[in-house]
């Protein structure tokens, strides 16, 4: 029994396994860590005798936590004004709704405010985070293409400077765990080969490439494309486009923002199944204004407008400024609409989005000796508990 001299909480109902759902499961949650994944009647006694909690939910399902790698704030914060207090209030907002782990993602801006994410949220990370884990950041630009800017300011687009990488990476190792470029741009195959030297993922996004040249960037490590269908070269049949190459090259996985505004599900249902289901990614792609009311913005230093939900420019109504959307609400649009199952839809929330930025050894799937980043859901998906490191957050 020493094995277990740590106080045990015990989660019964619908646990999802790597090997599929138990349903007649129980999940162990021992300190920070999982400490049993299965059915009940495989429950070590040691277990048993050390629970002081007990939560019994036989129809729920009980999931890892979401791993959101494309994402800008929420709760009336942006991800490029980083404080201690803005990245308190971000990650305590995507918390509650079922985010465990996320990289706080910036926008197409001058080094200088590059600069000071990095800075802030590497301190941040250092100091113990309370809420949503920061596994990292997620460079989205400033290495675009002008002309897919979307909500990223085109004044500060630059071609990929591999200076600027290497001074982000050696200043702060293991930071940067995801650039978005576009690779028909000048010094992007290099930047994209100097990636994966690495092991840091190479998406593609807001960008104007031809399905040829995605296919080159892909030899010289391409591995990821940022909101599919969204800020790209579309399918022809002539011209298949980025598009093309994100739907039939299977050594690239595809982010999708399931909010049925910027993707219609059918669309979202010809990516999964045109996609092995380890390639297809979730994510928010969420702007300050979620989790807020109808208003006025800002994404990065472009204003917003918010109304019912839908963000876009101030200054052209026709460009998509990012989502208002959460994990949970996604991850249900997977499943109530885009015809999902369970296992497929935490697949890209969780496993998927863990493994494409290297943290699956401990976080991302429901196993003994990961951390214990766990969601507890009702029947009808309805978020009903969040842990963090086995901590109980909502």
């Not at 269908?229 to 049949?237: E, S």
């Amino acid at each position: 029994m020493s094995e277990y001299r740590e106080a045990v909480q015990l989660l019964y109902g619908r646990v999802l396994t790597p090997a599929g759902i138990c349903e007649d499961g129980v999940l162990a949650i021992q300190g920070e860590n999982i400490a049993y994944a299965g059915s009940v009647s495989e429950l070590p006694d040691e277990l048993k005798q050390a629970a002081t909690e007990v939560i019994q939910q036989p129809d729920g399902y009980i999931l890892p936590g979401f791993v959101d790698i494309h994402v800008h704030g929420g709760n009336g914060e942006d991800f490029m004004d980083a404080s201690k207090e803005v990245l308190d209030k971000i990650t305590s907002f995507h918390s509650s709704q079922g985010t465990t782990t996320m990289l706080a993602t910036t926008m197409t801006a001058p080094k200088a405010a590059i600069d000071h994410v990095l800075g802030e949220v590497h301190n941040y990370r250092k100091q113990g985070m309370p809420y949503t884990k920061l596994a990292g950041v997620h460079l989205e630009g400033p290495f675009i293409s002008p002309k897919w800017p979307g909500a990223q300011n085109p004044e500060h687009i630059v071609h990929a400077n591999i200076d600027w990488l290497e001074e982000w990476v050696s200043t702060y190792p293991e930071l940067v765990r995801q650039v978005t470029l576009a690779p028909e741009r000048e010094g992007a195959l290099k930047a994209i080969s100097w990636l994966k030297d690495h092991g840091i993922v190479a998406a593609l996004g807001h960008t104007d490439a031809s399905y040829e040249e995605v296919e080159t960037a892909v030899e010289a490590g391409l591995s990821h494309g940022v909101h599919t269908f969204n800020a790209m070269t579309g399918l022809h049949h002539r011209k298949p486009g980025v598009v093309g190459a994100m739907l039939g090259d299977d050594r690239l996985s595809c982010e999708i923002i399931a909010d049925g505004i910027h993707v219609h599900p059918a669309a979202m249902q010809i990516l999964a199944r045109m996609k092995p289901r380890e390639n297809l990614i979730l994510i928010t792609d969420a702007m300050s204004a979620t989790g807020m009311p109808d208003g006025e913005y800002t994404l990065g230093d472009l204003p917003v407008v918010v109304e019912n939900g839908i963000a876009t420019l101030k200054d052209n109504r026709d460009s998509l400024a990012g989502s208002t959307l959460t994990m949970i609400r996604g991850f249900q649009m997977l499943v109530r609409k885009v015809g999902l199952s369970i296992e497929q839809a935490s697949e890209a929330a969780s496993t998927n989005p863990a493994r494409k930025i290297g943290i699956a050894d401990c976080t991302g799937s429901l196993e003994s000796g990961k951390l214990a980043d766990v969601l507890l859901l009702s029947s009808d998906l309805d978020l009903q508990g969040v842990w963090i490191q086995g901590q109980r957050k909502h």
